[in-house]
């Protein structure tokens, strides 16, 4: 199976940045899209970005468009989210996932999640 663990995610204030990583380990010789999604408590899980395996293609929530950039390293099998100018309403746990089509945004489309890693965003 694939395993994906999460990391970077803290407390920032308003107008801040963050990195969050996500590290690929077990069957890692196949083709994957990976993903980024969030959930907020009380809230459904929602798309954020998405990468094709090659990296050629992406794909963004309206919401973080210009200001999240989502990149992957294949050679080190991690996947990043670049959150720049976050804002509070930013605050929830992100989660990174992998698929084996392109940077699609529904969730049906992945089969492996990770953890999550919790950001928080104050004003």
């Known amino acids: 199976q694939v395993q994906l663990v999460e990391s970077g995610g803290g407390l920032v204030q308003a107008g801040g940045s963050l990195k969050l990583s996500c590290a690929r380990s077990g069957r890692t010789f196949g083709t994957y899209a990976m993903g980024w999604f969030r959930r907020a408590p009380g809230k459904e899980r929602e798309f954020v970005a998405a990468?094709?395996?090659?990296?050629?293609?992406?794909n963004y929530a309206d919401s973080v468009k210009g200001r999240f950039t989502i990149s992957r390293d294949n050679a080190k099998n991690t996947v990043y989210l670049q959150m720049n100018s976050l804002k509070p309403e930013d605050t929830a746990v992100y989660y990174c996932a992998a698929g084996v089509i392109g940077p699609a945004k529904e969730v049906s489309q992945y089969y492996y999640w990770g953890q999550g890693t919790q950001v928080t965003v104050s004003s």
């Open positions: 990468i094709s395996w090659s990296g050629g293609s992406t």
